[in-house]
């Protein structure tokens, strides 16, 4: 749950309101002079959806110089981004040969293995050449190379899990992995706030999925129990099987899930877990292994275990780990592993690297150091932003954190005066967070120095006085804060 100042609520609702309002007028002149001209009446239905896209066409089209900026570097934690002009006010963008050396605070880059690396990178440009970019081929036909069966091995061993199965993108585990684990007849009770690639997996399993509210271990309790008295829609029929789905570190809030609670629930009620540990694994945990480790809880007691290699690891690919059994099955039933192209062989030997590092494999104590970096620097980064008088969410040691914007035209603004500044930052609104809730989420990495970060406050402190998004000005007292404060779910 989360309070919003009443003023600012209500200048949000204001810009969102005066927004739509410009835009259907414009909308409604601009569809007058097509009928004149007759322009789009060929007898097609329009392939972009007209009114459906308002929302892409009159808000997002304004300030989209603020997304999608291209890079020309590896996403360390300085970055070269490419300049781009606009002759039609931002409606699209030219690449100039300009390059601006930004601070990187938007990345993934958890551990920095994004950047070359003395022990991945060499080993990474030695499997391009023995193996080759990709394997052609699906992993039951010829597309299963010694490297894959190592990373399989690596990475069941690295989560706490007898097996791990290994896909050549993340979204894809998700979203192609859960129609294989669950089906009609089948119950699915998922996390308010989970990842789109969740969201989709879930929808197409044909399970019926309900929703508990975001991280509530009782609503959780609460929906499970009405659900098993309830049984299957229409028949009554006990479900065939439950399945809740978390996350680890939820992207967009910054926060851990409550995992040892939502255990402990899916073990009374004999429901499976399913754990998506895109942005904990190798982040957080003494050792890396994600919020099992962090938050005391045995692996054993997570049915599924999901992650991606595309943040800590700097590479790319998902896997699933779990008992033999669900593993051996996944590799007959799931149709990512049996129709889609393996993962690419250096990106596989990069994973394998990089835990080597994480582990001390590779004979120094550079992971144990990135892994104290990461959890420093984000402990640091968060607190200083806290008595700035920012509003931040999430926890502490995680690595991601919400700088909360609330009002539209202040997500352009955020965006582009740190630019100014060299800090490149990644601002979400609408529809990745709810309407009023848009947000510049930071990601720290274990490569930034004390001088990047405190760089970054410096800018941060600077563009937030100018913008006004200091919400929290003199020393944060709980109660007062709630008072003139909007309560959202
Ligand atoms: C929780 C979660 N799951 C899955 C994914 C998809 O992973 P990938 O980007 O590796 O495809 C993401 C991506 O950001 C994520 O945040
Ligand atoms: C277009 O983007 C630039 C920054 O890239 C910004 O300064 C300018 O104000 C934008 N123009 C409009 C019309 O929004």
């Keep these: 749950m989360i309070t919003i100042p009443y003023l600012t609520a209500l200048t949000t609702y204001f810009s969102y309101g005066l927004l739509f309002v410009f835009g259907q007028f414009r909308d409604f002149f601009r569809?007058?002079?097509?009928?004149?001209?007759?322009?789009?009446?060929?007898?097609?239905?329009?392939?972009?959806?007209?009114?459906?896209?308002?929302?892409?066409?009159r808000?997002?089209?304004r300030i989209q110089d603020c997304f999608g900026r291209p890079i020309a570097s590896p996403p360390d934690s300085w970055v070269d981004l490419v300049e781009r002009v606009s002759k039609d006010n931002n409606k699209t963008l030219q690449r100039t040969a300009k390059i601006s050396r930004c601070l990187n605070l938007g990345s993934y880059n958890y551990l920095g293995f994004a950047a070359a690396d003395e022990y991945c990178t060499?080993?990474?440009?030695?499997?391009?050449?023995?193996?080759?970019?990709s394997t052609c081929s699906t992993r039951v036909d010829g597309g299963t190379t010694t490297l894959h069966n190592e990373l399989e091995e690596v990475v069941a061993n690295f989560v706490g899990k007898p097996a791990a199965i290994v896909f050549?993108?993340?979204y894809v585990t998700n979203s192609a992995v859960l129609p294989a684990l669950i089906g009609k007849g089948g119950l699915i009770i998922s996390d308010s706030l989970n990842h789109n690639s969740i969201v989709n997996g879930a929808r197409g399993s044909g399970a019926t999925v309900r929703v508990f509210q975001h991280n509530m271990p009782d609503h959780l309790e609460k929906v499970l129990r009405e659900q098993i008295a309830e049984g299957q829609p229409r028949t009554h029929r006990p479900w065939k099987k439950i399945m809740v789905l978390v996350e680890g570190i939820y992207s967009m809030e910054g926060e851990l899930c409550k995992l040892p609670e939502i255990v402990a629930i899916c073990k009374k009620y004999r429901a499976y877990v399913y754990l998506d540990e895109a942005h904990s694994i190798g982040a957080i945990g003494k050792t890396g292994r994600g919020v099992c480790e962090l938050l005391g809880v045995?692996?054993?007691?997570?049915?599924?275990?999901?992650?991606?290699?595309?943040?800590?690891?700097g590479s790319c690919g998902g896997y699933i780990a779990g008992s033999k059994e669900l593993i051996q099955y996944m590799k007959y039933a799931c149709p990512a592993h049996l129709y889609a192209t393996s993962i690419s062989p250096p990106a596989a030997q990069q994973i394998i690297s990089a835990i080597r590092v994480?582990?001390?494999?590779?004979?120094?104590?550079?992971?144990?150091?990135?892994l104290a970096r990461i959890r420093e620097n984000s402990n640091f980064f968060r607190s200083e932003l806290q008595k700035m008088g920012f509003e931040v969410l999430g926890d502490n040691d995680s690595p991601v954190m919400p700088v909360m914007l609330y009002n539209p035209a202040k997500i352009p603004a955020f965006s582009?005066?740190?630019?100014?500044?060299?800090?490149?930052?990644?601002?979400?609104?609408?529809p990745a967070t709810p309407l009023l809730l848009a947000r510049a989420r930071?990601?720290?990495?274990?490569?930034?120095?004390?001088?990047?970060l405190i760089k970054a406050l410096e800018v941060f402190s600077k563009v937030g006085d100018l913008i006004g998004i200091k919400y929290f000005p003199a020393e944060p007292d709980k109660q007062q804060q709630d008072e003139g404060r909007v309560k959202l779910e």
Excluded at 358 to 370: C, F, N, V
Excluded at 416 to 430: D, G, I, Y
Aim: net charge negative; with cysteine.
């Design 416 to 430: 582009r005066e740190c630019l100014k500044n060299q800090v490149a930052v990644v601002t979400v609104a609408f």
């Design 442 to 452: 930071i990601c720290i990495s274990a490569s930034h120095t004390r001088e990047d």
């Design 358 to 370: 994480i582990l001390g494999e590779d004979g120094t104590s550079r992971g144990a150091q990135k």
């Design 298 to 313: 045995d692996t054993a007691d997570v049915d599924i275990l999901m992650g991606t290699f595309t943040k800590s690891f």
């Design 122 to 133: 060499p080993r990474v440009i030695e499997s391009l050449k023995r193996f080759s970019p």
């Design 168 to 170: 050549g993108m993340g």
């Design 31 to 57: 569809k007058i002079v097509d009928w004149w001209l007759g322009s789009n009446l060929q007898g097609y239905a329009p392939i972009c959806l007209g009114l459906e896209d308002f929302y892409t066409r």
């Design 59 to 61: 808000l997002y089209l």
